[in-house]
């Protein structure tokens, strides 16, 4: 952001709510005008028992502005949780400090995420309001709420025995991954338990974001991000689930970080094509003396009177540790052990 630094709190409190598990948050300042105002975007994953709870934001203090809100269902385990994603957008008139408040309920147990600078900073508000922030002072807080529910006892605990062990190339937690706008990005999930059967993949992430079944104990998570969501970064958490009868084991939970962006353009290098200079009916051989790491594949180049410009085979010489090309009677090579010896030999018909 440009114009300033956003200060957020989120302050949450409220009374018991036995539908509501859990909340998570982040918010990215978007565009922001001359008079000062900016549109910011707040992504939340909800966890309910049912797909039908909403939720509900309030203003606590400061200038929150405007808003829109969006609630989409991003997985479910039927009768049992739902995990919904929130995009909230908010349109504020400066970048100063606000509170926003929810009473979805009191929760086992509630952390909360501050950030702080490295040292002294001046932030200076798009209201022309000058403010000092220490190393001691935090400039936002992110709320992290959940309860838990206790399984049944697992036979073992050891992971690929009832519990799902995760296998290559399942990211391991804490990846960063990138996407690009408008580009489908995979995430293949492989999972193995000897005693149970690994059936289902659980995760949390963006709505869009969508689940295979390739076989048993291996999924894959495409999401492909739209133009609205360039520099965000996008949590995505799963768990796998092994049944044995009606018992339900779960792996380990694992979580990667996915960064948007636009590709880069790129620019191809122009390609110079040189005329050949080979006389007619000339035969080209290229000798190289072969050392252990080299493996050597010889071709004959010919040509042919008024087609000089196409003519002829290509000749290769193909390494273990590089590749060296000739274009009719021009050699270039490099070799670190030993030099190329080249004959050019006229040809009599």
Avoid at 128 to 156: G, H, N, Q
Avoid at 200 to 215: D, E, N, Y
Avoid at 260 to 276: A, E, G
Wanted: proline share 6%; with cysteine.
């Amino acid at each position: 952001m440009t114009t300033g630094l956003l200060l957020l709190l989120l302050v949450l409190s409220g009374s018991q709510a036995s539908h509501y598990f859990g909340t998570v948050m982040t918010f990215t300042p978007k565009e922001s005008t001359d008079d000062g105002s900016l549109r910011v975007v707040f992504d939340y994953k909800l966890s309910f028992r049912s797909c039908t709870d909403e939720d509900k934001w309030k203003c606590a203090s400061g200038d929150c502005g405007s808003e829109s809100v969006e609630l989409n269902i991003v997985d479910e385990e039927d009768r049992e949780w739902c995990q919904r994603e929130g995009v909230m957008t908010r349109e504020v008139s400066s970048n100063s400090l606000f509170q926003l408040r929810s009473d979805e309920g009191a929760y086992a147990i509630q952390l909360e995420m501050e950030d702080f600078p490295k040292q002294t900073i001046f932030l200076h508000q798009s209201d022309d309001v000058e403010t000092t922030r220490t190393p001691s002072d935090a400039l936002s807080k992110l709320p992290i709420r959940f309860s838990l529910i206790v399984d049944p006892p697992v036979p073992s605990c050891s992971e690929g025995a009832y519990l799902p062990k995760f296998l290559p190339p399942t990211p391991v937690s804490g990846a960063q991954l990138l996407a690009y706008i408008n580009e489908t990005l995979n995430i293949t999930i492989m999972a193995e338990a000897t005693n149970t059967m690994v059936l289902k993949l659980l995760f949390s992430g963006p709505h869009t974001a969508v689940k295979h079944v390739v076989s048993h104990g291996e999924f894959i998570l495409t999401w492909t991000p739209s133009d609205s969501e360039d520099e965000e970064n996008h949590p995505i958490c799963f768990v796998v689930q092994a049944e044995l009868n009606t018992a339900k084991y779960h792996s380990e939970l694992r979580c990667v970080i996915v960064s948007i962006q636009i590709r880069p353009i790129t620019t191809p290098l122009p390609t110079t094509v040189l005329p050949s200079t080979t006389p007619e009916h000339t035969t080209t051989l290229l000798f190289i003396n072969e050392t252990e790491d080299q493996e050597k594949v010889l071709y004959e180049s010919t040509g042919s009177g008024d087609d000089s410009m196409g003519a002829g085979k290509v000749v290769g010489i193909v390494f273990g540790v590089g590749a060296v090309a000739a274009i009719v009677g021009v050699a270039l090579w490099a070799l670190n052990r030993s030099s190329p010896v080249l004959w050019s030999l006229p040809y009599t018909p």
